[in-house]
């Protein structure tokens, strides 16, 4: 048997909370005016050495890379804001007069990283990425954002940890800090500090090895080299936040781990105890130079992105079940008149907006009840020779046990009648008068 391959999956019973998750963030995204996105799977594989950074685990380890036929170069997006800036620079969407430019994508991206709970070579993200706006306000809405798809989710359990890089002159002033309280004692550090130190110190905050090493943690913090306007910057983000009674903890220590960020950055994380180590369910922050470093024009940027599977992870753990796929009615046909009656009224009822089943395998009345109970359907209707020559039928509901009759063209509307009992239907999103 061929299976599949290490860190991937199949989506099966989880499908629920994957739909979910995508039904969540397509209104959350509608409320916070993000257009959705769509850019390919694999882009060149430049494009990430210039974007994510030269230096980061990401693009160092974790890619996965090919020569295609033409001799190019590709890699499978291991994120997904280099690409959206490729698209937003290549179809000149700057251009467009409803600033800032707002989207949002969804997708499988790609890590060669050790698998392990929540972490997988592909994985889900959606991800959000706001242009053309340099203001604090945007990074709150951001964050907003993205704390309202988790309320939506019903995910209230989460800490959102914020901090701030700084813009060139901060972050400039820092790394010197940085290195001065470093280089004397570098060699104590493991092999990758010391290439991250020649490279990019920043690295060095957030090696996995060296997290609790006393070089590390006595380290400078970049808050305490934020320029004036940089410290404005992010106390105005704070307020915005506190305005919107989004709760939030400062996290000096947070730098993240890919290169292209500048002042605000955050992770929102759910306990341990729910999912472990690889608890960030959501990582962003702004990045300013990007979009220019990539070729377009100068201009500010701020997103984020969430992986999908740690939410379905963190949903379960908490006892989140996704909306149950409702079956209205379940057809029982006994014979082949009433087979080919039952399809008729299935293609009525379903062009009207209720969900049908029926038996395809010719089962006896037992296996059709026992499918009908399988597939939790609410009203069963048995159709046979009787039925059709009285032109009337029986609809069971399910779940009160009660018996209603109808004529064969008004069982439709009885359903209808029975599902809405009222404006709108208790049981699911069915508007009365559908059809
Ligand atoms: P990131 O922190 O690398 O940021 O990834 C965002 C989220 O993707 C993480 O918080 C985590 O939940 C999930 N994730 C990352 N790697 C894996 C994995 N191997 N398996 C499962 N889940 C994973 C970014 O990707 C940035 N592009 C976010 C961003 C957008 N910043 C600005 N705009």
New binding site residues.
Partial sequence: MITKMKGTYDVTDDIGYLQTIEKKMLTVSKLFQYKEIRTPHFEATELFHRGVGETTD?VNKETYTFTDRGNRQNTLRP???AGVVRAYIENKLHADPVTPQKYFYQGSMF?Y?RPQK????E?R?F?A?AFGASSPEIDAEIIAYAVTFLRALKLNDVTVHLNSLGGKDSKTAYHSALNAHLKDDIAALCQDCQTRFQDNPLRILDCKVDAKHPLVNSAPKPIAYLTDEDRTHFERVQAALKAMQISYTVDENLV???DYYTHTVF?IKVSEALLGRQN??????R?NHLVETLGGPPTPAS?????I??LIVAMKAANITPEPDRLHVFFIALGDQAKLATLAMMQRFRLGGITCNTDFLDKNIKGQFKQSEHQHARFVMVIGDAEIAEKTLEIKDQHTGETVKASLSKAYDTVVKLLTKGDVCEDCDHQKGAA
Avoid: D, M, P, S
Avoid at 303 to 307: D, E, I, L, Y
């Fill in positions: 990401i994120e997904g804001t890590r990283e929540g972490r997988f070579r994985f993200q991800g990425e993240r781990g890919l992770e960030a369910i959501c990582g962003g922050g990045y997103g984020f992105a969430f992986g599977e740690r």
